[in-house]
């Protein structure tokens, strides 16, 4: 008879949510950072020169096509000799800005592809600054056009943060990892663990869903209004 | 401190490349069967069957993929069963790689026009028969360019495995950087194997893509 017992580790409830916290936390900024990363290589890729674009391509390929884990432990154990000592933190943090800004490259730049040639034309007509014609016109609605796209790629960069446990940041699956060293419970603490990254996901996704068109792309209205 | 030439550390990454593609494929061909299940069981229209798959799909695309090799390892021992991290990386990968592959598929069958259904729902063909004739065809010309895709993702989801103590490429290399002490030539080797393996593979999914929207 299988004896499952959830109270042992949701008694640990406030270490749960301290990790919750913190990997909400992590993902937080390295939306922000990368996200912002996404968009300018985008950027470089569709307007840059030859060699920056032929950069950023090959930074999007290298990140796309290597495992998370691996550029975590990368910038973790392998950059301390060169002299570069990050702490798990700083670390779980930039792997998932690199990580995330070569996906959301691809995912912008699509957007971006997509701009009606009409709207260059008039903003150009309009006398505007290739930076003007980018941050004003292209961008807004390319960033609206593949929002959903976006933000279900924050959600696996959110999920993929589990690793950074192995690191030592102190994120959700760090103190999962603590409770059931503690109490032996390792499939409840497991299980805990995977409920709260769900809620988390389903959150983060709503929440997203629902500031996208207010605060990030819905100033300057898409077309036609 | 044992000393390796970067010679001898791609040599062992590459043997241990082998069991990083074992895993890939057995969890890709397990989750296109049990994916394909869940489709059919989905396109059959049983009351209660696509809510079902919809919750499937929904807890494992919203929870890491390395708490859910945790969950088979441990969950397989509560019934006794004497797990290896074989087992329990086959059986979580699979179960990963089918709730993707069913959304994907469930999409191209999506992407099929209505008329069609009808139109062989009035030859009076069987379930079986429209499947095979009318909706395969068509959905597989749309379906393999994103399964292509997915498999780089199973490949990189095979590291994770790792922490549960499954001898591939990722724990490998943390072996060997462990006896060398050289973690950022054997990381750099390691991201270069899973680069050689996947970016092939982007690149025909990549190809794939741009001649089926070329063709339509």
Known sequence: MIQLDFAAVLVDWPLLLRGAAFTLGLTAVATVLGVALGIACARARTHGAAPLRALATAYVELIRNTPFIVQLFFIFFGLPSLGLRLSSETASIIAMTLNLGAYAAEIVRAGIDNTPRGQLEAARSLAMTERQVFLRVVLPPALGRVWPALVSQIVIVMLGSAVCGQIAAQELSYYTNLIMSRNFRSFEANFVAAAMYLAMAVMLRQLLAWAGPRWIFGRVAPTGR | ?216
Not at chain 2, 107 to 135: M, N, T
Not at chain 2, 164 to 171: H, M, R, S, V
Not at chain 2, 182 to 200: E, H, I, Q, S
């Open chain 2, 1 to 216: 401190m044992v000393e390796f030439t970067v010679w001898q550390i791609l040599w062992n990454l590459l043997l241990a490349a082998r069991w990083t593609v074992a895993l890939s494929l057995i969890a890709f061909a397990g989750g296109g069967i049990v994916g394909l299940a869940l489709l059919a069981a989905r396109l059959r229209r049983w009351p209660g069957v696509a809510m079902a798959v919809a919750t499937y799909v929904q807890v494992f695309q919203g929870t890491p993929l390395l708490i859910q090799l945790f969950l088979a390892y441990f969950g397989l021992g509560l019934f006794g069963i004497n797990v290896s991290a074989w087992v329990a990386a086959s059986v979580a990968l699979t179960l990963y790689a089918s709730a993707y592959l069913t959304e994907i598929w469930r999409g191209c069958v999506d992407a099929i026009p209505r008329g069609q259904w009808e139109a062989a729902d009035s030859l009076a063909l069987s379930f079986g028969e429209k499947l095979r004739h009318v909706v395969a065809p068509q959905a597989l010309r749309i379906a393999v360019a994103p399964t292509v895709g997915f498999l780089v993702q199973v490949i990189k989801g095979t590291a994770l495995a790792s922490i549960i103590g499954f001898i591939e490429l990722t724990k490998t290399g943390t072996m060997i950087t462990n006896a060398t002490f050289r973690p950022f030539t054997v990381y750099a080797c390691v991201a270069l194997m899973y680069f050689a393996l996947c970016w092939p593979i982007s690149a025909v999914s990549k190809r794939l893509e741009r001649k089926m929207r070329r063709d339509r």
